[in-house]
């Protein structure tokens, strides 16, 4: 009785917004130095500071960001700017699809506060706790995102700021840190699973290669990932059950 009554505060702590917060702490390298990168890239875009962090904090994406930068140099419509953006953001759709069911229990609207803070690499910390068989809660993802968003708005800012001294981020390596922290959630992820799953997982990013190649002959690039990451994913949920 004593061993459980020590072991249960244990488990709960283990879904707090405090231990949300320290669950982040690994992918905030990731944030700070893309963040700043795109600061950086948006004051060569002629953005101010303040649309720079405007766009930290309302789009809250970062490729979909440096996507906004490159049109709006390219003098592209405002409505393919938008559509453009929608496009790439889609990605967010199916990963708040695989978290959703841990977080039934909650309101729509507390769902939805939760999906639209989401990002990759909240998803690579969310489902790699999930892969080791740890409870999440929406105290634990709040502590998750919040962070995540907070240190993301500052790290554009910062990058605006001190934009004019760094002219080419790519010098720093800041351009390789963000695939950097994938690779990581990614080896982090995959020592959880076991060998079935494994090879199962590993077909599954061969077809989607093969598929976003196929497609490239017929779309642009950005359309063809995000088609075959909805195809494959598909695939993979029908097969998985």
């Known amino acids: 009785m004593n061993e459980l009554s020590h072991e249960m505060p244990r488990e709960k702590n283990l879904s707090t917004f405090s231990q ?4 982040c702490i ?5 944030y700070i130095s893309i963040g700043i990168a795109m600061g950086i890239v948006g004051v060569s875009s002629n953005l101010s ?7 930290a904090a ?23 700017i938008v559509f453009t953006t929608f496009i790439v953001n889609l990605r967010n759709f199916l990963l708040s699809m695989a978290l959703a069911p841990h977080f039934t229990k909650y309101s729509l609207m507390r769902n939805i506060g939760i999906g639209a803070l989401v ?6 910390v969310a489902i790699n706790k999930i892969a080791k068989k740890e409870n ?3 105290q634990w993802m709040n502590g998750l995102n919040v962070t995540a968003y907070i240190f993301w708005i500052l790290s554009c800012l910062l990058g605006s700021i001190f934009g004019k001294w760094i002219s080419n981020p790519e010098v720093f390596g800041l351009d390789f840190s963000l695939t950097a922290m994938f690779l990581a959630l990614l080896v982090l992820q995959l020592q959880n699973i076991d060998n079935g ?8 990013i061969v077809y989607v290669v093969i598929l976003m190649l196929v497609l490239c002959m017929f779309v642009p690039s950005y359309i063809a990932i995000i088609l075959s990451t909805i195809i494959v994913a598909t695939i993979g949920v029908v097969k998985d059950k």
């Open 197 to 204: 799953k494994l090879k199962f997982y590993l077909s599954l």
């Open 58 to 80: 309302l789009v809250y994406a970062g490729a979909s960001q440096f996507i906004i930068c490159a049109l709006l140099v390219s003098g592209s419509p405002l409505s393919v």
């Open 26 to 30: 690994p992918t905030l390298i990731g």
């Open 49 to 55: 500071i303040v649309e720079i962090t405007l766009l």
């Open 136 to 138: 999440i809660n929406a």
């Open 119 to 124: 990002t990759d690499e909240s998803f690579g």
């Open 20 to 23: 949300g917060v320290k669950d």
